[in-house]
T-cell receptor, first 115, second 112 residues
Framework: AQSVAQPEDQVNVAEGNPLTVKCTYS??????LFWYVQYPNRGLQFLLK??????LVKGSYGFEAEFNKSQTSFHLKKPSALVSDSALYFC?????????????FGRGTSLIVHP | NAGVTQTPKFRVLKTGQSMTLLCAQD?????MYWYRQDPGMGLRLIHY???????AKGEVPDGYNVSRLKKQNFLLGLESAAPSQTSVYFC???????????FGEGSRLTVL
């Protein structure tokens, strides 16, 4: 079985400050991990993914995420937040070892960046 | 390259009416999904398809039917709409391998 948790419904950060959106996962085997962003009244857009290799993954719009196997986490980060980063962020996981191709999504975290 | 296109974008139905949501993708993707998004519930998988002519149930399939007669199209049907089906519906497609999902812009359905 696979599951993902986003422990924060909302994250508030001031513009220019670093931001972190948390994600933890549970899989039987090896995980493939994804982050998506959803702007108001839009569909989800892919930001970045971890498949294998370097634990630090870089993605679109200056975002990056760090895979931590021991803590089963894949937190999304950005060094300097912009007001335009305000959106809903979803983490997703696939347990590739189990042969699953269907991702499980977290409930989403609303990021609010204050001017 | 349009990606994933959903029609209609908005629809209001009365309880008991039927309708079909159309999802079309032009990326030759094998896998297609229908999700619903409700406040505080995240994305919930309704039905999915792993190829032309195949469909399967997801997490919340009751009250919905799907068909995939052509590889590029995935239809979601509501035979007898209920107020509990008021939601925003998203279609997504996925290529084979380790690919991320590509989402449509959503279809907002209100059932009165």
């Amino acid at each position: 079985a696979q599951s993902v948790a986003q422990p924060e419904d909302q994250v508030n950060v001031a513009e220019g400050n670093p931001l972190t959106v948390k994600c933890t996962y549970s899989v039987s085997g090896n995980p493939y991990l994804f982050w998506y962003v959803q702007y108001p009244n839009r569909g989800l857009q892919f930001l970045l993914k971890y498949i294998t290799g370097d634990n630090l993954v870089k993605g679109s719009y200056g975002f990056e995420a760090e895979f931590n196997k021991s803590q089963t986490s894949f937190h999304l980060k950005k060094p300097s937040a912009l007001v335009s980063d305000s959106a809903l962020y979803f983490c997703a996981v696939r347990d590739v070892s189990g042969g699953s191709y269907i991702p499980t999504f977290g409930r989403g975290t609303s990021l609010i960046v204050h001017p | 390259n349009a990606g994933v296109t959903q029609t209609p974008k908005f629809r209001v139905l009365k309880t008991g009416q039927s309708m079909t949501l159309l999802c079309a993708q032009d990326m030759n993707h094998e896998y297609m999904y229908w999700y619903r998004q409700d406040p505080g519930m995240g994305l919930r998988l309704i039905h999915y398809s792993v190829g032309e002519g195949t469909t399967a149930k997801g997490e919340v399939p009751d009250g919905y039917n799907v068909s995939r007669l052509k590889k590029q199209n995935f239809l979601l049907g509501l035979e007898s709409a209920a107020p509990s089906q008021t939601s925003v519906y998203f279609c997504a497609s996925q290529g084979s391998g380790l690919r991320e999902l590509f989402f449509g812009e959503g279809s907002r359905l209100t059932v009165l």
